[in-house]
């Protein structure tokens, strides 16, 4: 009797798909961005660009820029695009009145995840104003005494 054996070999394909999920939160990098920015700049002038990194695929990955939190009265002077990150002075300065800002700036994915990015912006002073110039004087007034040089 011949016994035979049979050594079946094959491969098995499997395909599996890891479906990504929203496990990362969009990171600062760095995460202070400063600059420093002359009290004249005109409306317009690109501060400084924030940028925030989340590992995540597509929306989940995706990372929208916004100012979460800017000190009393600064919030008028700046803006930031949302996609970009472009931090952008929209405002007047005035060094003269308000030289240090640090302004949050929120980092979300499309799933809520978040960073807050600091942006830090030192103004420089411009020569603005002109001197002032304190006279004291005493007003005088001189008579010509007209009178005794008609008199002879
Ligand atoms: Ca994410
Ligand atoms: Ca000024
Ligand atoms: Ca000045």
New binding site residues.
């Given amino acids: 009797k011949l016994l035979t054996t049979m050594w079946l070999s094959g491969t098995i394909q499997i395909v599996i798909t890891v479906l990504d999920a929203?496990d990362?939160?969009?990171v600062c990098s760095p995460a202070e961005f400063k600059t420093n920015v002359k009290e004249n700049s005109v409306k317009g002038t690109v501060l400084t660009t924030v940028s925030a990194s989340?590992a995540?695929e597509g929306p989940?990955?995706q990372v929208r820029y916004s100012i979460s939190n800017a000190p009393k009265g600064s919030s008028e002077l700046f803006d930031i695009d949302e996609d970009s990150g472009v931090f952008t002075l929209v405002g007047k300065l005035d060094y003269e009145k308000f030289r240090h800002y640090e302004i949050d700036v929120q980092a979300s994915?499309a799933?809520g995840?978040a960073d807050v990015c600091k942006v830090i912006i030192e103004v420089l002073d411009t020569n603005d104003n002109p001197p002032t110039i304190n006279i004291m004087s005493t007003s005088s007034s001189i008579s010509e005494d007209l009178y005794g040089s008609f008199k002879s």
């Fill in positions: 929203n990362n939160a969009p989340d995540d989940h990955g994915d799933g995840n």
